[in-house]
């Protein structure tokens, strides 16, 4: 796999590297309920009818939570989970960050929560076609980060769904790939649903080079792409919980249902760090908020102009009545 890596190359005016260091994350299955049945899910082979209870939760939180800093919630889709919010308020008041994933077709359950200080995230398979398209995902009043998971079929929506979480005013927009374990049995093998892993670095290099809007880019190495600003981490910093209790280290594992008897954050050594679903690439604009003021500034002037041509369209209807006359 070697041969195969390759550094994200971006333009130094426009993008500057942001250091990411991974920090120790528990990520908890809240429910495997859910809603959709995307092809390819991760999760297939586990969705069913379970929750995770709210006892189960804060015993799992208080456990872990002197050597993590960041809860995940997942699923499944969280947002069928009656105690969501309660979950939510209490992973924050452990002062842990908090982030929950959804696939959007929910999302207007989330309106009315605090949601300060939580990073709600939404998987995407595309703008307007699949099962999960940003294009059908309902207008809300919170702004959420927009995870694009590229698959075979969706490779040519990516630009347009970016252009489209702009719009959103959304501050992230993070590009992953999905990896089809559970059918080829390892990360590093394709099928008819999975982008290749060279493909993968060429569209992201590509998407890097043309993308013209105002948000961050997060983006995932999958084992290919390389940042000029790399951490020397290869400890495990990921665990996962289920709703029925059990427990697996590593995400590339949860396919496999290889089920591990404790977590053990920041100790176990991994020769597949840098390919870790935690390792991502971030890039933050420059002039960042003058662009968003420019951009602001446009929409005013549209708006202004609009008005005008109304004012303009009024006064020759008026003129007309008083020709006539
Ligand atoms: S939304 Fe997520 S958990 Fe649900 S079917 Fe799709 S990939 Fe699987
Ligand atoms: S790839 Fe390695 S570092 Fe990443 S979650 Fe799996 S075991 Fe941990």
Not at 274 to 292: E, G, N, W, Y
């Amino acid at each position: 796999m070697k041969a195969l890596e390759r550094t994200l190359q971006y333009d130094e005016n426009r993008w500057e590297e942001a250091t990411t260091e991974p920090v120790n994350t528990l990520q908890l299955f809240i429910t495997n309920r859910c809603n959709l049945r995307c092809r390819a899910c991760f999760y297939a082979g586990s969705l069913g009818k379970k929750d995770m209870s709210m006892e189960q939760y804060k015993e799992h939180v208080l456990e872990h939570k002197e050597e993590i800093s960041k809860v995940i919630l997942l699923g499944g889709e969280p947002t069928l989970h009656p105690d969501l919010e309660q979950m939510l308020f209490f992973s924050k008041s452990q002062g842990l960050r908090t982030t929950v994933y959804t696939n959007g077709a929910r999302i207007t359950r989330l309106e009315g929560f605090d949601l300060k200080d939580v990073e709600v995230r939404v998987g995407i398979y595309g703008s307007v076609s699949s099962e999960k398209p940003l294009g059908k995902i309902a207008r809300v009043s919170f702004p959420f980060t927009v995870v694009y998971m590229l698959r075979k079929d969706n490779v040519n929506e990516l630009m347009e769904a970016a252009e489209m979480a702009d719009s959103l005013g959304s501050p992230r927009f993070f590009i992953s790939s999905i990896r089809d374990i559970a059918k080829t049995g390892s990360y590093w093998i394709d099928n008819e649903e999975t982008v290749p892993l060279e493909q993968y670095a060429d569209i992201v290099q590509d998407f890097v080079d043309n993308y013209k809007g105002g948000m961050e880019l997060h983006i995932a190495k999958r084992g290919v792409l390389k940042s000029q600003a790399d951490s020397n981490a290869d400890k495990c910093r990921f665990g996962n919980i289920f709703p029925d209790d059990s427990k697996i280290i590593c995400p590339f594992d949860i396919s496999l249902e290889k089920y591990s008897s404790r977590l053990c954050f920041d100790k176990r050594r991994c020769n597949k760090n840098k390919s870790c679903l935690l390792t991502k690439i971030v890039l933050k604009p420059k002039m960042a908020d003058a662009r968003r003021l420019y951009d602001a500034a446009g929409s005013i002037l549209r708006r202004r102009d609009e008005e005008n041509r109304k004012l303009m369209r009024d006064v020759s209807e008026m003129l007309k009545k008083e020709v006539k006359l």
